[in-house]
């Protein structure tokens, strides 16, 4: 069965400050996608990035980059020189097979930005 | 573009009561999610549809929850009767084709369930 666990609950930073999000997963299947979402206070959960278990590539995008590790089955997520628009609960989440399958989620790590 | 729109954003009903949510995916989307979140917890999928068809309702209770997507455009999810554990956020999504196309799920504000 598929399990994704996100052992921070919560990361407490200061604005400018760089935090990083750790992933777990677990899964039996060669085919998977991996994807972090963001959920403001809003409530809306917000589609980050995604990888599929075939593109080991890391990325950087702006102030979001990502350290996808099959050896160690993490899909790390840092925030460079964070800002006080990024406290939000952040989600790592694992679909089998296709990227449009059920998404199993973590349990999130609040992200808490003070100016 | 508009995003996944749901109604009502918040519920507040007594227990034993009929309860329902209504979701309007993105336009085009053809696949269609709802999920239920518990506080301080990960979405988890109740049921999935591709066009009018529920393609995974494995994890829906069927003994109290219901849902439809008749026309393959808006769905409605529904709980009767309510429970007191049912209090949580359901949360609809979309994406733009069937689930091996491989489109990723955008989704929407959630509804907040209070039983009371």
Redesign the interface.
Known sequence: AQKVTQAQTEISVVEKEDVTLDCVYETRDTTYYLFWYKQPPSGELVFLIRRNSFDEQNEISGRYSWNFQKSTSSFNFTITASQVVDSAVYFCALSEGAAGNKLTFGGGTRVLVKP | EA?VVQSPRYKIIEKKQPVAFWCNPISGHN?L?W?LQNL??????LI?YENEEAV?DS?LPKDRFSAERLKGVDSTLKIQPAELGDSA?Y?C?S?L??????????????T?LTVT
């Open positions: 995003g696949t999610y999920y301080g917890q990960g979405p988890e999928l999935r995974d994890q956020v949360l999504a994406s084709g069937p689930a091996e196309s491989n489109y990723e799920q955008y989704f929407g504000p959630g907040r």
